[in-house]
């Protein structure tokens, strides 16, 4: 099973549909969205709505959430090889706001909204973001794909693995 992990989206159609093909190559598969997806593109996840979970970013709009077919709150929960994630679009909540509020009983906390892709290890939590799809701010319009061992920062343009991360 693989995790696949996008943010900031912004309608890019195109690169919508080129990781809406990855994630349908894989026999088994899900992909957090974290924020500002655009209408367009949400149609074409709602197509494969049963792999896709998501949090609301500060451009998504009321309707954009209604036209949505799957998961989507301002802060959001899912479970994967035995660790639970915490993501949030990171326009309102960071790692220590979420923490000070909700606590740390937690392995993962993502988001998005810098436009540039991350991680860290922090107080035995792994915080990433995945950088934007479609109009990064350093390089890459990137993705991430995990499996029970590596987390893989992906630039979806030319494919390359441009960061890889082994995990707990």
């Known amino acids: ?17 080129k990781l809406i093909e990855y994630i349908n190559r894989e026999k088994s598969s899900s992909l957090i969205l974290l924020g500002d997806i655009g209408r367009d593109s949400i149609s074409l996840f709602n197509q494969i ?26 802060i959001n929960y899912f ?7 915490v ?12 923490c000070q509020s909700f606590g740390d009983d937690f392995d993962f906390f993502l988001s998005g909204h810098t ?11 792994m915080i990433l973001n995945p950088g934007s799809l479609s109009s990064a701010r350093d390089g890459n319009n990137s ?11 992906i630039c979806i343009d030319d494919d390359r693995v441009f960061n890889k991360v082994s995990y707990f």
Do not use: Q, W
């Open 115 to 125: 436009h540039r892709s991350s991680y860290k290890s922090y107080m035995n939590k």
């Open 143 to 153: 993705y991430i794909v995990m499996d029970e061992k590596e987390i893989d920062f």
């Open 87 to 98: 993501f949030t679009h990171g326009d309102e909540y960071s790692f220590l706001d979420y």
């Open 1 to 17: 099973m693989k995790l696949f992990i996008a943010s900031d989206i912004h309608n890019d159609l195109k690169r919508s549909e």
């Open 49 to 74: 709505k049963e792999k896709v979970v998501a949090c609301k970013g500060n451009c998504d709009t009321l309707d954009d959430i209604l036209s949505m077919k799957f998961p989507c709150h301002k």
């Open 79 to 85: 479970s994967f090889n035995k660790k639970l994630f």
